[in-house]
């Protein structure tokens, strides 16, 4: 069993900068893939991003590459997501997920989620 808690969510005007964070707890941690996810008003859950369980490998959705970054830390069961040049498309609802299929917007295990709102 693994809790995942977000963190660092909040307003922010285009073109700025938000780091998020995710707090996992449990056995196994550094085991899983973790991933990103973001859900905005009236739209399916996407992928965002994910980072494999050494941190070698990092994947992106398209409309993130350059501007976001993805990383963890095994020894204190955490990753982060920095996202810099923040657009108002950004705004979502941003959830930290472990041992998400690939491909698919479903995981087994899921943290409660955090707000982000980019103003223009």
């Known amino acids: 069993q693994v809790q995942l808690v977000e963190s660092g969510g909040g307003l922010v005007q285009g073109g700025g900068s938000l780091r998020l964070s995710c707090a996992a707890s449990g056995r196994s941690f550094s085991s899983y893939v973790m991933g990103w996810f973001r859900q905005a008003p009236g739209k399916e859950r996407e992928f965002v991003a994910a980072i494999n369980w050494s941190g070698t490998s990092t994947y992106y959705e398209n409309s993130v590459k350059g501007r976001f970054t993805i990383s963890r830390d095994n020894a204190k069961n955490t990753v982060t997501l920095q996202m810099n040049t923040l657009k108002p498309e950004d705004t979502a609802v941003y959830y930290c997920?472990?041992?998400?299929?690939?491909?698919?917007?479903?995981?087994?295990?899921w943290g409660q989620g955090t707000q982000v709102t980019v103003s223009s």
């Open positions: 997920a472990a041992d998400p299929v690939v491909g698919t917007t479903t995981s087994k295990y």
